[in-house]
């Protein structure tokens, strides 16, 4: 492990030199530079202007490639819906996606299939979304497809039935992988009581009394530009593009729906709780997922908690998997919502008597300062864990490097634009996250994991062999660490 981490690290903090032109060969002030210039760089290529009706559009200029990309961003998803109608943005916009009032289905497949380009629906907690990822030579022949299937959505029985049963299967499916229903369980038991509660996929129960009425009814209830906005990747001419926008998104009323309401924070619970769920197909083996509390990306501990889940993610690959041979694949990290939240994942482990100290023991090698070496030519325990402050700039390139995958393609990018006006109300605002991340400091981390880790309060999810679930002592649970 200490040698494919220290290739990993090598490789990656070359490919983000690559990126940023910052290494160890550089000064700091020549780093310090690079990095003001990236931000500098980038700032210019965003544009943005506003429709008459007052949804806003987002442009970033890539001249990088031939694909455009442009997403229509519809505020609200879980936020601004009840339980029972979970999922019912997901499936209004996936019925819309297959034909408009102007392109019937057999038209518009037609036109994806010659032109090798894709027109897809997404949801979250916090949005939903309609996008095109088209090549640019076919946008003007597929610009008014997309366009007209936002603002004159079909909605035809037949095409409401096939996403609907689309929906549905994809509900099923997670209910018959025992890992996307440990997954499911956990967001049942942590999002209790909570706007998040109201799954962005739906449930059987939602969706299946879900018809057509019902969802062209809440599409045209919360259809409105005031909670709106478009956002566009690619090698665009502003002018045309605000000029062919305005002739189909302007019709999109205001009905004046008003902000949609901030996500509250989850509570921190006083103490772990461990549920455990019996699945007679997962014979000889234990799902197990551990979630908390987390900052949310606006805040300043957002980037050192992220960074100290990626340092202990390594420490449980390397301690529990590695060393003890208890798992398959672990891993910790935190998510970029509104309410935000992070995890501790055990996929597949038949060592249930022993894996929470397994667990514990990466978490008091963290408290103490410490993670996995990225120099195994150190001396004594030093190749095998070494202080935080010694490895953190070697981590931050990796980092830097995973996090900023997103630039690689413009449906990524766009993606990151999204969340970054969600989040922040700046469609430029993580360009800047380069500087963030790069500012983090070991104490920030080590305060970072003491405070929403050590102290957070888990709520843990086991799925799997009843014999297993059984070695499973309630009691471990309900802190980490030793």
Known sequence: MKNMLWKKCAVLAIAMMMLFTIGSGVSAQAAQKVKVDFVEMNRTTFRQFTLSNGIPVYIKENKANKVRNISFVLRGGSLTIPQEKAGWPLLAFKT????????????????????????????????????????????VKLLPVWADMVTQPAFAKSDFDQAKSEVELNIQSKDQNPWAKTNLLTNQKFFEGHPYAANPDGTEGSIGKARLDSIKAWYTENLSADRAFIVAVGDFSNEALETELEKTFASIPNLRLGPVPKATDFAKTAQGRLYTEEDEQSRGVVYMRGDFTAPSPDSSDYFPTSLAMKLFSDLLFTIVRDQYGAVYTPGSYIRSFGANYGSITIYKTSATEKIKSYIDEAAEVMAEGRCVSVDPSRPGEESKFMKISDALEAYKQMFKNEYFNAVRTNSAMAGMMIRSVVNRGDPADWIMDVQRIQAVTPGQISEAFSRYVLDGGFIWVALGDPGLLGKLNPADFTRLGK
Do not use: G, H, Q
């Open 96 to 139: 819309a996606a297959r034909a408009s009032v102007n392109y019937p289905y057999a038209v518009v497949t037609d036109l994806l299939d010659e032109t090798s380009s894709s027109i897809s629906a997404s949801a979250t907690f916090e949005y939903t979304a309609l996008s095109l990822n088209v090549l640019d030579k076919y946008f």
